[in-house]
Structure formats: C-alpha cells, structure tokens
C-alpha cells in the first residue's frame, strides 16, 4: 500500500521549497479560488479528510507530484474499510 495522502502532500510541499500561501496562490491561478493556508496546513497534517479530484490535480500541478497517486491516496482514506477490503479481494476483471 502506498503512503498517507498527508504524508505524501507534506513531503511534496517541503521538497518544493514552497511557503503554504504561495502553494494556495498558485492553485488559485489554476482553479479560479485559493483554499486558504490553514485549509492547505491540515491536510498536510492529516487533520481533515483528503482534498477532492479538481484540487488534487491543480495542487499536483503546482508542487510537481503525479496526480494519479495523490488521488488513489486521498481514495484509499475516503473509501470505507470494508469497501475497500473488498475492492482487494476481488482479482481484476478480464474483459471479454
């Protein structure tokens, strides 16, 4: 299983150099409206659940991190235990 969304957007936002208001400055530039820092502080910090699909990919954009993983991150903790329990026992779908 891969890293915690916070750990992974903590890691990104300290290997960009970037300070929190300029990250939400930037992600207003692409989506139109900037979370604020304490918004984007505890995400970081894992204190409020994982950010949906349109911020994951404009805060991928700007700290340079694969969208793909930030959002199977952010499903992993959103999805229920037992959902997501089952989701793994069921082998992948052959197509017909």
Partial sequence: MG???SELLSLAVSESGLKLNKIAEMIGEITG???TNEYLSRLQNGKTAPAGDKLNEAISKVLGID???LKAA???EKIPAEVLAKLQSHPKASSA
């Fill in 33 to 35: 409206k900037s979370p």
């Fill in 3 to 5: 890293k915690r969304y």
């Fill in 74 to 76: 952010a499903y992993r």
């Fill in 67 to 69: 969208p793909i993983e």
